[in-house]
């Protein structure tokens, strides 16, 4: 049977229910592998992580989860997706741009990438973690980019934390309070709009800026 991905999206609290009561223990290996995909297979950016994690930690609060096991175990899962897409992308950087008479894939583009994250990769590293889609390509820019390893290292585990964190334990001491519970629907769709707004208002000023500097 063909499951709808906006009503999964809007009714996770339903579908996380079924699957922890028909895989019990193993539903963490499943949040796992759901998260690990999101955030290191850059063809899986469609996956919803942040009512994911909200919605976990709401089920974690009733009994069904054991909350500091759940978030470990989801850290561990975008820290292992960050590692393997940087890789992909530090592996597939140099063969892709290596033409130099390449119109989108030149070495000179490359050569940018890597300037922009030695100036600002921390910063995006983090941050990207909080926006759908981006955290997805991130790490793979930062890869392709040949950030320092050491460096992606700290400021994934940094990001991993911050986000795993906030949205499980978010979930975890306000999901079950009635309001929030009798209108989860919503709340969700409230999420969705909030981590996207913040790419809405970039792509924005990246599509105003040059009639601005123009005038």
């Known amino acids: ?3 709808n991905i906006l009503d ?3 009714h996770l609290d339903k579908y996380l ?3 922890t009561q028909n895989y019990g223990i193993w539903i963490y290996l499943i949040l796992f592998l759901i998260i690990f995909c999101e955030t290191g297979l850059v063809v899986a950016p469609f996956l919803p992580g942040d009512s994911m994690l909200f919605v976990a930690g709401t089920m974690a609060a009733t009994g069904s989860m054991n909350v500091e096991l759940l978030g470990a175990v989801l850290v561990l899962a975008a820290f292992c997706g960050d590692n393997t897409n940087y890789w992909i992308g530090r592996y597939l950087g140099p063969k892709v741009f290596s033409h130099e008479k390449s119109r989108f894939f030149n070495h000179e583009h490359l050569e940018r990438t890597h300037a922009f994250y030695e ?6 590293v983090i941050f990207s973690r909080f926006l ?5 390509f991130a790490p793979f820019v930062a890869g392709l980019g040949s950030m320092s390893y050491r460096k992606f290292l700290l400021f994934s585990l940094t990001g991993g934390i911050s986000w795993i964190g906030s949205f499980v334990y978010l979930g975890y001491y ?3 309070l009635p309001f929030i519970r009798d209108n989860l629907s919503i709340f969700m769709v409230g999420i969705i709009v909030m ?3 913040p790419g809405g208002i970039g792509i924005l000023r990246q599509k105003f800026r040059p009639s601005r500097q123009s005038s």
Request: no cysteine.
């Open 132 to 136: 759908p889609v981006i955290r997805t």
């Open 174 to 176: 306000f999901g079950n």
């Open 1 to 3: 049977m063909s499951v």
């Open 195 to 197: 981590t996207l707004l």
């Open 119 to 124: 100036r600002h990769g921390g910063k995006t």
């Open 8 to 10: 999964m999206v809007l």
């Open 17 to 19: 229910l079924v699957l």
